[in-house]
């Protein structure tokens, strides 16, 4: 008796049992009760009395079923099908990560001695995490039949916070690293060899690349594929900034500023971005961004919008916010505020010269001769400072206070009234070298000058020209204003004025 049921045939004969197995070539054992081996009548045919047995399937490159209860009763097919090994491999960044592998049912997989897993197909989830870097949580990913090795890359972003801070009061214009950015070092190039920058491998820096951006928004190619022609691109050479996060404070009698490339608590995300590579060229019909190539300049902040918009959605005039994350990018990688004097004096003593003066120097920092005649680059961007002025939207100026907008529809020179939003401090009422930098907790990337007194080298060594009027805003200095130039400095005007050094730099921003 089987399991409350009466069994036999009749005179103790036997019954055939028959295995179909998946794959056909699997090897079959059945083991009687005391464990004796019993062998099959024919490949994969046994003759068994009444009764339990147990059996094993195995095949190469299967998952082996064993020790499987095989009830006799009479005569049957034992269909079994075994899992086909499906192998996985994970590329580990940084490469001491501690990775967990969980299959549906939350039951965590061993990897073998060389770092692989055997899995079967299905549904599967990996976390991952190291010291210093952000963790990845309960990832899916499938396996498939067809799928006999697989690999998957986890790369774990740095979760260094890289900060610089600097003493409100004090005269100099060097900044203190701080957080991971103690003990880096940032150099800038005097010519095409490359210097010691720290920064280069340290992300959202590393990450900044330069490229050719279709009309709508595609990249065509970067910097050091085939088909990328910085002097006859099918788009416009732009400079891709990543996704970064960011912090900038005031306390304490100190200014702080952090840049993280990944999410932080209480800092605010900078979504990726392309800034023209070089200050506008082309005309106002047709504006262009190419090496090579004149400066698009005596155009108004209105018409150079316009033509700049003209190009297709998402597509702009260089804003202040952009400006600001540059400042900021700028300052923690150099921790000076003296950019003349880290990067290069950029064309501050001269005459206007075409793009394309620091090709060489690719998406680096520096300059090729720093004579004052010559351009200057800061991470791809060329001639941030000097050369010309450029038109920078999003903010307007009334009786010394500044309006600021962050919504890219809403745009337009001379308002200051919503949803453009007057800053907490009044702009510096006097011209000058800029002393003390303003803060407003609510608009805090926004840096203006509240004070000026300072010189070309102390404090922030840039100019700084004050307005009573509703004016525009221009930044960096033109190929005349020696010292003054510089990321801060600022200078503003009517909107429908033009000028033979004054133009600008396209924006695109992904939405």
């Given at each position: 008796?089987?399991?409350?049921?009466?069994?036999?045939?009749?005179?103790?004969?036997?019954f055939?049992?028959?295995f179909?197995?998946?794959?056909?070539?699997?090897?079959?054992?059945?083991?009687?009760?005391?464990?004796?081996?019993?062998?099959?009548?024919?490949?994969?045919?046994?003759?068994?009395?009444?009764?339990?047995?147990?059996?094993?399937?195995?095949?190469?490159?299967?998952?082996?079923?064993?020790?499987?209860?095989?009830?006799?009763?009479?005569?049957?097919?034992?269909?079994?099908?075994?899992?086909?090994?499906?192998?996985?491999?994970?590329?580990?960044?940084p490469?001491?990560?501690?990775?967990?592998?969980?299959?549906?049912?939350?039951?965590?997989?061993?990897?073998?001695?060389?770092?692989?897993?055997?899995?079967?197909?299905?549904?599967?989830?990996?976390?991952?995490?190291?010291?210093?870097?952000?963790?990845?949580?309960?990832?899916?990913?499938?396996?498939?039949?067809?799928?006999?090795?697989?690999?998957?890359?986890?790369?774990?972003?740095?979760?260094?916070?890289?900060g610089?801070?600097?003493?409100?009061?004090?005269?100099?214009?060097?900044?203190?690293?701080?957080?991971?950015?103690?003990?880096?070092?940032?150099?800038?190039?005097?010519?095409?060899?490359?210097?010691?920058?720290?920064?280069?491998?340290?992300?959202?820096?590393?990450?900044?690349?330069?490229?050719?951006?279709?009309?709508?928004?595609?990249?065509?190619?970067y910097?050091?594929?085939?088909?990328?022609?910085?002097?006859?691109?099918?788009?416009?050479?732009?400079?891709?900034?990543?996704?970064?996060?960011?912090?900038?404070?005031?306390?304490?009698?100190?200014?702080?500023?952090?840049?993280?490339?990944?999410?932080?608590?209480?800092?605010?995300?900078?979504?990726?971005?392309?800034?023209?590579?070089?200050?506008?060229?082309?005309?106002?019909?047709?504006?262009?961004?190419?090496?090579?190539?004149?400066?698009?300049?005596?155009?108004?902040?209105?018409?150079?919008?316009?033509?700049?918009?003209?190009?297709?959605?998402?597509?702009?005039?260089?804003?202040?916010?952009r400006?600001?994350?540059?400042?900021?990018?700028?300052?923690?990688?150099?921790?000076?505020?003296?950019?003349?004097?880290?990067?290069?004096?950029?064309?501050?003593?001269?005459?206007?010269?075409?793009?394309?003066?620091?090709?060489?120097?690719?998406?680096k920092?520096?300059?090729?001769?720093?004579?004052?005649?010559?351009?200057?680059?800061?991470?791809?961007?060329?001639?941030?400072?000097?050369?010309?002025?450029?038109?920078?939207?999003?903010?307007?100026?009334?009786?010394?206070?500044?309006?600021?907008?962050?919504?890219?529809?809403?745009y337009?020179?001379?308002?200051?009234?919503?949803?453009?939003?007057?800053?907490?401090?009044?702009?510096?009422?006097?011209?000058?070298?800029?002393?003390?930098?303003?803060?407003?907790?609510?608009?805090?990337?926004?840096?203006?000058a509240?004070?000026?007194?300072?010189?070309?080298?102390?404090?922030?060594?840039?100019?700084f020209?004050?307005?009573?009027?509703?004016?525009?805003?221009?930044?960096?200095?033109?190929?005349?204003?020696?010292?003054?130039?510089?990321?801060?400095?600022?200078?503003?005007?009517?909107?429908s004025?033009t000028?033979?050094?004054?133009?600008?730099?396209?924006?695109?921003?992904?939405?």
């Amino acid at each position: 008796m089987i399991g409350g049921w009466n069994v036999g045939n009749g005179g103790g004969g036997s019954f055939v049992i028959t295995f179909n197995t998946t794959p056909m070539n699997a090897t079959i054992t059945v083991r009687d009760e005391k464990g004796a081996i019993i062998q099959p009548s024919t490949e994969k045919t046994y003759k068994l009395k009444a009764g339990i047995y147990n059996y094993d399937v195995t095949a190469d490159g299967y998952f082996s079923k064993t020790n499987q209860s095989l009830y006799v009763l009479e005569d049957a097919t034992e269909t079994v099908v075994l899992d086909k090994k499906l192998y996985v491999t994970f590329v580990l960044t940084p490469t001491n990560a501690t990775l967990e592998v969980k299959d549906g049912s939350g039951i965590v997989q061993n990897p073998q001695e060389d770092h692989t897993y055997e899995l079967k197909a299905g549904m599967y989830s990996y976390s991952c995490s190291a010291e210093g870097y952000k963790s990845v949580e309960n990832v899916s990913f499938e396996m498939k039949d067809s799928e006999e090795e697989k690999t998957i890359n986890v790369q774990l972003l740095d979760a260094s916070i890289y900060g610089v801070r600097r003493q409100l009061s004090i005269s100099s214009t060097a900044w203190e690293r701080i957080n991971n950015g103690a003990g880096k070092t940032a150099n800038a190039q005097t010519s095409a060899s490359p210097v010691q920058n720290d920064f280069d491998n340290i992300a959202p820096w590393k990450d900044i690349k330069i490229c050719d951006v279709l009309k709508d928004g595609t990249v065509s190619s970067y910097e050091g594929d085939p088909t990328f022609s910085a002097t006859n691109p099918k788009g416009y050479i732009m400079v891709e900034v990543p996704d970064f996060w960011w912090k900038r404070e005031q306390t304490g009698g100190y200014e702080y500023i952090y840049i993280s490339a990944v999410e932080q608590d209480g800092y605010t995300k900078s979504n990726k971005f392309y800034i023209g590579k070089y200050t506008a060229t082309g005309s106002k019909s047709a504006v262009t961004c190419k090496s090579g190539a004149a400066n698009l300049v005596s155009i108004s902040i209105t018409d150079l919008r316009t033509a700049a918009k003209n190009i297709g959605t998402n597509w702009g005039l260089m804003d202040i916010l952009r400006w600001s994350l540059i400042q900021m990018l700028y300052l923690v990688e150099y921790a000076d505020y003296n950019c003349q004097k880290t990067i290069g004096y950029g064309v501050s003593n001269g005459s206007i010269i075409n793009t394309g003066g620091c090709d060489s120097i690719k998406n680096k920092s520096g300059c090729l001769s720093n004579d004052q005649k010559h351009a200057v680059v800061y991470r791809g961007i060329e001639n941030l400072w000097g050369n010309i002025w450029q038109w920078v939207d999003g903010i307007n100026i009334n009786s010394y206070y500044a309006w600021v907008c962050y919504d890219r529809s809403q745009y337009a020179s001379d308002k200051v009234a919503s949803p453009y939003k007057k800053l907490a401090y009044k702009d510096a009422t006097s011209s000058g070298y800029i002393k003390t930098m303003g803060y407003d907790a609510d608009n805090s990337a926004i840096q203006r000058a509240t004070a000026t007194g300072g010189s070309d080298s102390t404090y922030c060594p840039d100019y700084f020209l004050s307005a009573s009027s509703t004016y525009a805003v221009y930044v960096g200095g033109s190929c005349s204003d020696g010292g003054s130039c510089g990321l801060w400095y600022a200078d503003c005007s009517g909107s429908s004025a033009t000028g033979s050094s004054l133009g600008g730099r396209l924006l695109f921003v992904p939405v």
